[in-house]
C-alpha cells in the first residue's frame, strides 16, 4: 500500500497558476502509473491527468490539455500537477492516486491508493 499526501492548493485568481504536489511513502512508488483527479461540489469525480511509471507516457482531460502539466521525479516519490491559466471552472478539491500497474489509465476504478485530497479555488 502507498500513502499520498497532496499539497500546494489555494486560492488563486483566475488565468493564475498553482502547482500541486503530492508525496507518496510505502514500497515501489516509481513501479506504478499515478494520476489526478478533482471533485466540484455536487459532481462526480473526474479524471485530470495520469503519467506512466517512467514518466515517459501522459494523458489529459480535454478541459485542461495544454493548461496543465503531470510530471514525477521517482527519486523523491513524488508526483505534481502544474497548472496555467486556471478558470474558475477548475475549482475542485484536487485528489493523486496511484494506480493498479504502471501504464496510464482514466478511471477511478483502476487506481487503489487515494490522497486526502487538497482545494483549489480559482476566483473570478
Known amino acids: 500500500q502507498v500513502q499520498l499526501v497532496e499539497s500546494g492548493g489555494g486560492l488563486v485568481q483566475a488565468g493564475g497558476s498553482l502547482r500541486l504536489s503530492c508525496a507518496a511513502s510505502?514500497?515501489?512508488?516509481?513501479?506504478?502509473?499515478m494520476g489526478w483527479f478533482r471533485q466540484a461540489p455536487g459532481k462526480e469525480r473526474e479524471f485530470v491527468a495520469a503519467?506512466?511509471?517512467?514518466?515517459?507516457?501522459?494523458t489529459y482531460a480535454d478541459s485542461v490539455k495544454g493548461r496543465f502539466t503531470i510530471s514525477r521525479h521517482n527519486g523523491k516519490d513524488t508526483v505534481y500537477l502544474q497548472m496555467n491559466d486556471l478558470k474558475p471552472e477548475d475549482t475542485a478539491v484536487y485528489y493523486c492516486?496511484?494506480?493498479?500497474?504502471?501504464?496510464?489509465?482514466?478511471?477511478?476504478?483502476?487506481?487503489?491508493?487515494w490522497g486526502q485530497g487538497t482545494q483549489v479555488t480559482v476566483s473570478s
Open positions: 510505502g514500497r515501489f512508488f516509481s513501479s506504478y502509473a
Open positions: 492516486a496511484r494506480a493498479k500497474d504502471s501504464g496510464v489509465v482514466i478511471t477511478t476504478a483502476r487506481y487503489d491508493d
Open positions: 503519467i506512466s511509471w517512467s514518466g515517459g507516457d501522459t
